[in-house]
């Protein structure tokens, strides 16, 4: 079935470091790929999506790009800020794959950011 | 523009209680969704609906039961609360499929 993984955490960055949390994709079909982050004590919101191969998603200086070959999604900032802090979770969602296209969540990934 | 809207945004239960959690949204979605989040563990799939008068069980149906009779609105309802259901609750919803989920802030309950 359809599954995500992202890297464990929490991860620990000073101010102005580079981010990358990883993520890997199983799915059946060709899914669509999103990146959500969840502020404490808030619900989580959509920070960027890609819908197909090689597409790239960006938002708040975050990128991802879809790379089908190795099946990742990975995302990537050049320059974390305090305020960056928070929980990031990877997403797909596969009409094809069996679960009406409901989205699949990876556990997250607590990042805080040293000021 | 609202979004999607949550209430309560915190509640404790004594085991046995019976409560429903409301959601409703304002942007004319199809699809509605209840998560679970339990700390470290990400989100787990209650019930979700893709329209009204249709339901459909997640990956952690028991001891929950939804309906769905109008577009706007997918209430959550717990009968006999245990302590395992301690969790926070998001509802979310979209347009429909391959689109993106809009969340709401989330129902934090405890059960003592």
């Known amino acids: 079935g359809n599954s995500v993984t992202q890297m464990e955490g929490p991860v620990t960055l000073s101010e102005e470091a580079f981010l990358t949390i990883n993520c890997t994709y199983t799915?059946?079909?060709?899914?669509?790929l999103f990146w959500y982050v969840q502020y404490p004590g808030e619900g989580l919101q959509l920070l960027l999506k890609a819908t197909k191969a090689d597409d790239k998603g960006s938002n708040k200086g975050f990128e991802a790009t879809y790379r089908k070959e190795t099946t990742s999604f990975h995302l990537e900032k050049g320059s974390v800020q305090v305020s960056d802090s928070a929980v990031y979770f990877c997403a797909l969602s596969d009409p094809y794959g069996g679960s009406q296209g409901n989205l699949i969540f990876g556990k997250g990934t607590k990042l805080s950011v040293k000021p | 523009n609202a979004g999607v809207t949550q209430t309560p945004k915190f509640r404790i239960l004594k085991i046995g209680q019976s409560m429903t959690l409301q959601c409703t949204q304002d942007?004319?979605?199809?699809?509605m969704y209840w998560y679970r989040q339990d700390p470290g563990m990400g989100l787990k799939l209650i019930y979700y609906?893709?329209?009204?008068?249709?339901?459909d069980k997640g990956e952690v149906p028991n001891g929950y039961n939804v309906s769905r009779s109008t577009t706007e609105d997918f209430p959550l309802r717990l009968e006999l609360a245990a302590p395992s259901q301690t969790s926070v609750y998001f509802c979310a919803s979209r347009l429909g499929v391959g689109n993106g989920y809009t969340f709401g802030s989330g129902t934090r309950l405890t059960v003592v």
């Open positions: 609906s893709v329209g009204a008068g249709i339901t």
């Open positions: 799915a059946t079909g060709y899914p669509s």
């Open positions: 942007m004319n979605h199809n699809y």
